[in-house]
């Protein structure tokens, strides 16, 4: 049931379906632990099939991270540093919903992009 609530969180908005959510939150938590390995923060978000036990897991680590590190962590993420939220779940969740931009982003900009110019 988490793991569903966390999902429709996510994807609020875009109608995909359930195979592809899983699909794009894998992609996004990889795009995560990418930005994670840029920022030097030794952490990687373990590999699990649960979405919300990975968010689970970078919840736990969030609330250790020193602020010069969430500093670093919120450039690499390209989150504003004046974010304030409320939990280090919540942190977690803008983490993971902004690496599912930048993938969604990437992957329809690359659509486009091999779109002939003549179709618009």
């Known amino acids: 049931m988490l793991s569903e609530t966390l999902t429709n ?7 995909t379906a359930p195979e592809e959510k899983r699909q794009w939150l894998q992609r996004a938590f990889q795009q995560l632990n990418k930005d994670l390995s840029l920022s030097g923060l030794p952490f990687i978000i373990p590999d699990h099939d649960d979405p919300a036990l990975r968010l689970e897991a970078l919840a736990r680590w969030l609330q250790d991270v020193s602020p010069a590190q969430l500093k670093q962590l919120l450039y690499c993420i390209d989150l504003p540093e004046s974010l304030n939220p409320t939990s280090s779940h919540e ?14 982003t990437r992957y329809h ?12």
């Open 91 to 104: 942190l977690a969740h803008l983490c993971v919903r902004r690496a599912l931009l930048k993938v969604w």
């Open 9 to 15: 969180r996510l994807f609020s908005g875009l109608s």
């Open 109 to 120: 900009s690359r659509l486009v992009s091999d779109t002939p110019s003549d179709m618009f």
